[in-house]
C-alpha cells in the first residue's frame, strides 16, 4: 500500500508539469480569464486597410445555430496574449499586426455552463507587411443534443473576403 502511495505522490508534480504545458499555448495566445465583452453585430467599422509597415488580421465568427438554439455566442479574440475584441453571432473584427510571429486566440465566452464542451481554439501566424489574413471561428452544434466545437482556421484569401462580405462588423465593448 505503502509503494502504491508513494507512485502516486511522486506522479503528482509530472501530471501537474503536463497540465501546465498544455496551458502554455493557451495562456501565449488568449487573454486573462476575468476579461469579457459585451458585443453585437451590425457595428459600423468598415472594412481595413493594413497600416503602413504591417498586416491586417480578420476574424470572422460563423454559428451554424441549430433551429432549437436559445443562445447566439459571443466569443473572444485574442492576440498574442491580450483579448483584441469580440464577435458575435455571425460577424467578424480585424486588427493590424507588426510583421512576425503571432498567436491567435478564440474563445466561447456566453453561457459557458450551458456548453461546457467548447474550449479556446488556437492558430498561428507568420505576417507580413502588407498582407491581410482570415481566419473563422467556426462554430458548429453537431446534432440538436450533441456537442459544440469552436475551431480556429486560416482559410485562403478568397473565401475570406467573402466570409467579411456575407457578415457584418462587431461592435464590442470591454464590460468593466
Known sequence: MRIIL????????M??????WEMAPVKAA???DD??????????Q????????????????QF??????????????GLDGA????NYGTSYLFVSVEPGEHHLCSDWQSFPPLVPDVQASLAGLTAQAGRTYYFRAHIVQHSSTGPWTLDLERVNDDEGQLLVDTSQPSDYRQKK
Open 6 to 13: 508513494a507512485v502516486v505522490l511522486l506522479s503528482l508534480p
Open 15 to 20: 501530471l501537474a508539469a503536463d497540465r501546465a
Open 30 to 32: 488568449c487573454g486573462p
Open 35 to 44: 476579461v469579457k465583452f459585451s458585443a453585437s453585430s451590425g457595428g459600423k
Open 46 to 61: 468598415s472594412a481595413g486597410q493594413p497600416d503602413p509597415g504591417k498586416a491586417l488580421v480578420y476574424v470572422v465568427e
Open 64 to 77: 451554424e445555430s441549430p433551429t432549437n438554439a436559445l443562445v447566439t455566442p459571443t466569443v473572444r479574440v
Open 83 to 86: 483579448w483584441v475584441g469580440a
